[in-house]
């Protein structure tokens, strides 16, 4: 499947949406380009193809696709952000889905921040709430993805969104920060999955659980590299990218990359694939 990213181009922070933006640390563009520019090229040296979306003035953090929507069964739902800094991305990106023939649904207003707060274990739908997504959102988008869902409640406001917190290893296995979650979450998290990868508040802090899986390859922020052992057990192998400039903005390499359907026959196409 295609993964999304957007370019950099107007990245910064200039506003405070959650605890790790800060306005007085300024992004420095050109690293900014280079972290971005290389997680692009490790994507496409592991064969996937990536699909490269216009950015915005004045939509800084569009480089975050994975808040775009979620996708699955060729279909996707689209976001409704929570904070007013971000909901013109919404429009852009309910373009894009159209230029791409993808079926979108959406939650009536109700927030719901995309694959930022759902992800799947299996075929099962995984939503975080309590930060961006309203947990009167969730049922919507199981059933407009006709799936099963779990619930997990965020209590972290550093972990604002389920993918800063968990991920799915595509066999069978999960990495979470439990320091991220509510009780009954954490119980709910074992009873997920066969072997589950408690992951150290400070190695949480630094991304780790933000991350891709493409085949056996864990991609995230060079913290990863401190779960080397475990992952090798799990069957992965951790391959940790500078992201430094997107973790002034409260994200990383999941937040940069959005799986996405084919693009369907006979639809047209304004953004760029390579």
């Keep these: ?80 952000f929570r904070h007013p800094e971000r909901q013109g991305e919404e429009a852009r990106w309910r373009e894009l889905f ?24 299996g075929d099962t739908l995984v939503c975080g709430h309590g930060f961006r997504t309203d947990r009167a959102a969730i049922p919507l988008v199981a059933r407009a993805l006709g799936v099963d869902v779990v619930e997990l409640e965020l209590v972290d406001p550093r972990y604002y969104h389920l993918d800063t917190c968990f991920c799915p290893l595509d066999g069978g296995a999960i990495l979470y920060a439990p320091a991220a979650f509510s009780s009954a979450s954490r119980e709910a998290v074992r009873r997920l999955a066969g072997r589950v990868i408690e992951v150290p508040d ?42 430094g400039e997107f973790m002034k903005s409260g994200g990383g390499v999941r937040c940069l990359s959005l ?3 084919e693009i369907r026959e006979g639809a047209a196409s304004g953004e760029t694939a390579a």
Excluded: K
Aim: charged share 15%; hydrophobic share 45%.
């Design 1 to 80: 499947m295609p993964i999304l990213m957007c370019p950099p181009t107007h990245f910064g922070v200039i506003y405070e949406i959650n605890p790790w933006m800060h306005v007085a640390s300024p992004v420095d563009a050109r690293r900014a380009a280079d972290q971005w520019g290389a997680l692009r090229a490790t994507y496409q040296d592991l064969g996937v193809e990536v699909v490269v979306a216009d950015p915005v003035p004045g939509l800084p953090d569009m480089v975050f696709t994975a808040n775009a929507g979620v996708t699955h069964g060729g279909r996707v739902v689209l976001s409704r």
């Design 98 to 121: 159209s230029r791409r023939g993808t079926p979108m649904l959406d939650t009536a207003g109700i927030p719901f921040e995309g694959a930022g707060d759902a992800l799947f274990v």
């Design 202 to 243: 400070d190695i949480a802090a630094g991304f780790a659980c933000n991350a891709m899986v493409v085949g056996d390859v864990a991609i995230s922020s060079e913290a990863v590299e401190g779960l080397s052992g475990q992952l090798r057990a799990a069957g992965y192998r951790a391959l940790g990218l500078p992201m």
């Design 259 to 261: 799986p996405v359907p």
